[in-house]
């Protein structure tokens, strides 16, 4: 497994390669029951996974930890609408923060100022030899300030998703 980050302007790319095939890593997106296994920082689980998978269709997630934040102790809800789906290649969709009901709130719902309400994912899924697989993220959007919060929260769901596909 490799890590290649980079910020660029608001948009926050990650490009990992997973040991496994790119239907797998696939899945680990698009089926809630997978979603729930690997969603949220090191710290958090997912008690609720919802996706509606199909352009138009969405996603209702929270992310729980017994750490930290009060907050986080309550659940962080994340709800979004699918854009565009490429099958095994590209998944385009909003992220908002979101109530249980999945009613988009601001960010000081959640006791961060200064997000946009919208902001955008795009997935990227590439084969690559050996059964292996290429994704790239470009979170789109960011105030520059949360950059390498969000990249690091990303990047260890990300080692969370390796883990849930071996």
């Known amino acids: 497994m490799t890590k290649a980050t980079q910020t660029k302007g608001t948009d926050l790319v990650i490009t990992r390669s997973f040991d496994a095939p790119r239907e797998r890593?696939?899945?680990?997106?698009?089926?809630p029951k997978q979603v729930k296994r690997w969603w949220g920082?090191?710290?958090?689980?997912?008690?609720?996974?919802?996706?509606?998978?199909?352009?138009?269709?969405?996603?209702?997630?929270?992310?729980?930890?017994?750490?930290?934040?009060?907050?986080?102790?309550?659940?962080?809800?994340?709800?979004?609408?699918?854009?565009?789906?490429?099958?095994?290649?590209?998944?385009v969709c909003t992220d908002s923060f979101a109530d249980e009901k999945g009613h988009i709130v601001p960010s000081s719902h959640y006791g961060m100022e200064g997000m946009p309400e919208e902001l955008g994912i795009e997935l990227v899924f590439e084969e690559i030899a050996?059964?292996?697989?290429?994704?790239?993220?470009?979170?789109?959007?960011f105030p520059v300030e949360m950059i390498e919060m969000c990249k690091a929260g990303w990047?260890?769901?990300?080692?969370?998703?390796?883990?849930?596909?071996?």
């Open 155 to 166: 990047n260890e769901s990300f080692d969370k998703l390796a883990d849930s596909l071996k």
């Open 130 to 141: 050996g059964e292996k697989t290429q994704m790239t993220l470009r979170h789109k959007g």
């Open 25 to 31: 890593v696939w899945q680990a997106w698009s089926d």
């Open 41 to 91: 920082p090191k710290i958090f689980r997912a008690p609720v996974c919802q996706i509606d998978f199909r352009i138009g269709g969405k996603y209702l997630f929270c992310m729980q930890s017994d750490e930290g934040e009060e907050a986080w102790k309550k659940g962080i809800w994340s709800t979004g609408t699918y854009k565009e789906i490429v099958p095994l290649e590209k998944i």
